[in-house]
């Protein structure tokens, strides 16, 4: 089982910035994926940003340049710092691991989610 807490979220000002963390806990594998994922009222789930084990990065188009993404392996840590902040960044912001174990199967946790406002 692995275990995802998230911390960070809360209020701030449009343009201003934030920085997220989430720290796992568990049977985490070496070959894993992370990610943050969002999610705003009425709306879907959404891909924010992932990065691979060995530091590969990708970012949805809304976010790039703005957002940053990283990762501490030694202490199973992944980061979000995101500046210039937009209202429309308003979301809650989950946590994900995907583990994938030797025979390559993988299996998908999420973390309970922390809240980031952007306030106009």
């Known amino acids: 089982q692995v275990q995802l807490v998230e911390s960070g979220g809360g209020l701030v000002q449009a343009g201003g910035s934030l920085r997220l963390s989430c720290a796992a806990s568990?049977?985490?594998?070496?070959?894993?994926?992370m990610g943050w994922y969002r999610q705003a009222p009425g709306k879907e789930r959404d891909l924010v940003a992932s990065?691979?084990?060995?530091?590969?990065?990708n970012y949805v188009d809304s976010v790039k340049g703005r957002f940053t993404i990283s990762r501490d392996n030694a202490k199973n840590t992944m980061y979000l710092q995101m500046n210039s902040l937009k209202t429309e960044d308003t979301a809650v912001y989950y946590c994900?691991?995907?583990?994938?174990?030797?025979?390559?199967?993988?299996?998908?946790?999420w973390g309970q989610g922390t809240q980031v406002t952007v306030s106009s």
């Open positions: 994900n691991l995907d583990n994938r174990n030797p025979l390559g199967l993988v299996k998908s946790y």
């Open positions: 568990g049977s985490i594998y070496s070959r894993n994926s």
């Open positions: 990065i691979t084990s060995g530091g590969m990065t």
